[in-house]
């Protein structure tokens, strides 16, 4: 195979990949205004539904733009070769492959960060906030960003160097030490990141005594469920919108409630979305997900060992001295299809873990209360209750709203 030949089939991937997505898009757009299934009509009234059918058009017409201009801005890169720039200045800066990668990483990921921007912003004071939902201040907006910068300088400077070193150093066998730790900071990263990571955005408080913490203890019990850390987040410095997770394991399993959840829900609900947090982590969820995240992870580096030495992928990114900052490149587009299809897969286990929790909550509390705090969640962020099934297929990791609510009730 010609580099050039290679540079067009890497090329063919990113329109192909793009065109299934917008086919998608369109799929989907298509089915915004029909008439809610008669189980989950009483989501929205009348005026409700329309302010939904406006918020997901322009939602859909606003993503349609930016990704126009991502694809038109990713293809120019390409063919203008962008890559061969970015490297020659990397190599100008510093002769150290590991400071050569940081510098080519840290160009492209802030020429990204650039373009992106502009429409983020746009999404967050425009559209959120037309449709009552965004609370984020400008000034917590780019501190966000700033703080995610510097995450990604510290943690992502660190393993990319930790990885450019196996790679100098250990030759072919690099993806084992990689996968190594890959899993140990993945491992670690379920267990701390409540602790350590959420504190730099948010603010997070333990439940206070009272009503709901009691009612949440009496279920835990009940179910045999040690849980001593639950707490609030101040979810509403951002968005109006509602959410709650389950993270970690062993001594560091915690439960997170968005303070707009608590507001939005009664106790009931909010002890029956618990409920099905608490079956994810009874049905080892947390752990099936973790181990087939790591697999899938040695997979995907075993493969880039087998082809990262290939000149022919710096070659096709007119890159004449081949390096591995411009294979890593090359390989992450070819290797994306296969990605795709794992992306497929890991959905629909999702989507079945989603039911199993559902069950799990109807079976120790009640499905009655679950069915309407999912109801309240859906109007609440003025979801698609309509959606395309090709659509759910490709990018759905829960099942629809109508899904989850025939599956409770057929547990009745």
């Excluded at 913490?213 to 040690?226: C, D, H, L, P, W």
Aim: glycine share 6%; charged share 15%; net charge neutral.
């Amino acid at each position: 195979m010609t580099p050039q030949l290679l540079f067009y089939i890497i090329i063919g991937i990113l329109i192909l990949s793009f065109s299934i997505d917008k086919i998608l898009d369109y799929l989907n757009a298509k089915h915004f205004n029909d008439e809610l299934p008669e189980d989950i009509s009483d989501v929205y009234d009348q005026e409700e539904y329309q302010t939904s059918q406006r918020y997901k058009t322009e939602n859909y017409k606003f993503g349609l733009i930016t990704s126009l201009i991502s694809i038109a801005a990713t293809l120019a890169f390409f063919f203008l070769d962008g890559f061969a720039y970015v490297d020659s200045y990397a190599r100008s800066v510093a002769d150290n492959n590991i400071v050569i990668t940081l510098v080519f990483f840290g160009c492209i990921m802030l020429a990204s960060d650039f373009l992106s921007t502009p429409f983020s912003y746009y999404q967050t004071f425009v559209i959120e906030e037309k449709f009552g939902f965004n609370k984020t201040s400008i000034k917590t907006f780019f501190l966000d960003k700033l703080k995610g910068w510097l995450m990604m300088i510290v943690v992502g400077g660190l393993l990319l160097s930790a990885i450019v070193w196996f790679y100098e150093t250990t030759a072919n066998n690099f993806w084992l030490y990689t996968w190594g730790l890959v899993t140990v900071f993945a491992v670690f990263m379920n267990l701390f990141y409540a602790r350590l990571i959420v504190p730099l955005f948010n603010k997070q408080t333990p439940l206070e005594e009272g009503s709901l913490r009691s009612q949440i203890e009496t279920y835990a019990n009940k179910v045999g469920f040690t849980l001593d850390k639950i707490f609030v987040i101040d979810g509403s410095k951002r968005s109006t919108k509602a959410n709650a997770y389950f993270s970690g394991f062993g001594s560091e399993k915690r439960v997170t409630l968005y303070d707009t959840l608590i507001k939005e829900l009664n106790e009931d609900e909010i002890v029956a979305v618990l409920a099905h947090e608490v079956g994810h982590y009874k049905k080892n969820h947390i752990i099936i997900n973790l181990v087939t995240s790591i697999l899938t992870t040695g997979f995907t580096l075993w493969l880039l060992s087998l082809f990262i030495d290939n000149a022919i992928l710096s070659e096709a990114l007119n890159v004449s001295k081949p390096s591995f900052h411009i294979g890593l490149i090359a390989f992450g587009v070819l290797y994306s299809p296969l990605s795709e299809i794992t992306g497929l897969a890991m959905n629909y286990l999702s989507r079945k873990f989603e039911y199993q929790a559902d069950n799990y909550a109807k079976t120790t509390y009640s499905g009655g209360p679950l069915i309407s705090a999912l109801k309240k969640l859906s109007k609440n962020s003025l979801s698609n209750l309509t959606p395309h099934a090709a659509y759910v297929f490709a990018h759905y990791s829960h099942p629809t709203l109508l899904d989850r609510f025939k599956n409770l009730q057929a547990t009745s």
